[in-house]
């Protein structure tokens, strides 16, 4: 889906005339959440702020944006993901600020008035995403013979056939790759999956305070490793 | 946003977080079996089919209600966070559950339901999951709120206080509460809190 390698690094793909041709900067202008290119659905939060009174639909102005294909793309799609954070759809608009990533999302997509999360707060509200599962449901399907913990896993059903047959700690690993391809710790990588995804934050943070803290890592939280030689916590 | 798809239009459907991962799957165009096998045992729906004409869906189109799960102790005792919060900042080790001992009795978690026109919630406590069927005991082991997003957007009119004038609407969403907490929670007894504080 991404380009795994370092920023910056590689070669470009190479884009077919017909592809639309949005820049990254296009995409940083863009922010909030949303989704483009393959499409994706909005969350209520990339609603219009600057020409939405809270609480009433985006009325885009102007002609609805045009579509640029008319047939199915013929190849598995791609899709991109934003998300932001600290967001509420019946925020009203700050005083002599304007949102033109918003505005431009709403004339070119499509506004979900009655999208809701799933859960509350930045984590739990990541893992519903992540998983497709509410949170109360962390500990029966993170049982080992579970064969998906997130998104990743889910579209990677779609290309290989037998996913079941990988072993839990490569399926750990492959989570933690996941989560680190989509820009977030996806949250399970770091402990006991259902501190993070149910209890936390702070279960999940406190879980991985003691992980960075234990030297007899246990089996069970050697999951943790990957992350913290990768990234991020230990160094800090 | 979609190629195939022109802008600037708005969809009333619910839908929710929980769709996100079907209709992530949806949009990639790959086969249907391989797309129901990838999806197998999730609850979420599929939105995608909305974007050919998301103008005219109804609200019920994709789903009856949206419903919202809250379950951290950050709501439930401020004494426990507090304490944990000091560990994690100092970079201590945060004592497990079974030994910082938070308090389970506050109602501080949360379900909710929305049905396009009312938001129904129920708080409750961690060591009381429920879903109770009369008014009697639900008010018994709940705190209720209720509101008209139709008519108060911001919801500070709580319909939840008035029990008598609202019994038949509050029964008619707590019904709602109930069906979609059993489609995609399933069995709602709070075991797996009991496991995580045994285990931790």
């Given at each position: 889906m991404v380009d795994k390698g370092k920023p910056g690094k590689g070669k470009a793909p190479e884009r077919s005339p017909s592809q639309p041709k949005v820049s990254r900067r296009d995409m940083l202008l863009a922010g909030g959440a949303a989704a483009a290119f393959g499409a994706l659905p909005q969350s209520a939060?990339?609603?219009s702020k600057g020409t939405a009174a809270p609480g009433k639909q985006a009325k885009p102005s102007g002609k609805p944006h045009p579509v640029r294909r008319t047939k199915p793309l013929g190849r598995p799609y791609n899709v991109v993901l934003f998300i932001s954070d600290e967001e509420a759809y019946h925020l009203r608009p700050a005083e002599g600020y304007t949102t033109p990533g918003r505005e431009e999302l709403v004339r070119r997509g499509t506004t979900f008035h009655n999208h809701y999360i799933g859960?509350?707060?930045c984590t739990p509200s990541r893992g519903v995403m992540f998983s497709g599962q509410p949170p109360l449901v962390g500990v029966p399907r993170r049982d080992?013979?579970?064969?998906?913990?997130d998104v990743v896993h889910v579209l990677q059903l779609l290309s290989e056939p037998h996913p079941r047959q990988r072993s839990e700690h490569e399926g750990r690993h492959r989570c933690a790759d996941g989560a680190r391809f989509l820009g977030q710790h996806c949250g399970w990588c770091s402990g006991p999956p259902i501190m993070a995804n149910s209890v936390a934050p702070m279960g999940g943070y406190a879980e991985r305070a003691r992980c960075l803290t234990s030297?007899?890592?246990?089996s069970r939280r050697s999951s943790c490793t990957p992350n913290i030689r990768a990234g991020g916590t230990a160094k800090r | 946003m979609h190629p195939e798809h022109p802008g600037g239009r708005n969809c009333q459907a619910l839908t929710s977080h929980i769709d996100l991962i079907p209709t992530l799957v949806g949009l990639t165009g790959a086969e249907e079996d391989l797309k129901s096998k990838a999806l197998e045992d999730l609850p979420g729906r599929d939105f995608?089919?909305?974007?050919?004409?998301?103008?005219?869906?109804?609200?019920?189109?994709?789903?009856e209600g949206v419903l919202f799960n809250y379950v951290g102790l950050q709501t439930v005792d401020a004494l426990y966070m507090t304490r944990v919060c000091r560990d994690i900042a100092h970079r201590r080790f945060a004592p497990p559950f079974s030994e910082a001992k938070p308090d389970m009795q506050g109602r501080g978690f949360i379900s909710f339901v929305f049905d396009g026109r009312y938001k129904f919630s129920r708080y409750y406590a961690p060591d009381n999951f429920n879903t109770l069927t009369t008014l009697e005991a639900l008010l018994a082991h709940n705190e209720i709120e209720l509101f008209d997003l139709k008519t108060d957007p911001d919801e500070?009119?709580?319909?939840?206080?008035d029990t008598k004038a609202n019994k038949d609407l509050i029964m008619r969403m707590n019904d709602l509460l109930n069906r979609m907490i059993a489609k995609e929670v399933g069995v709602n007894d709070g075991e797996w809190l009991q496991k995580v504080i045994r285990t931790y």
């Open positions: 939060a990339a609603e859960a509350a707060m080992p013979d579970e064969r998906r913990c030297r007899n890592v246990t | 995608a089919p909305l974007l050919k004409d998301p103008e005219s869906a109804k609200t019920d189109a994709i789903r500070v009119k709580n319909l939840g206080i």
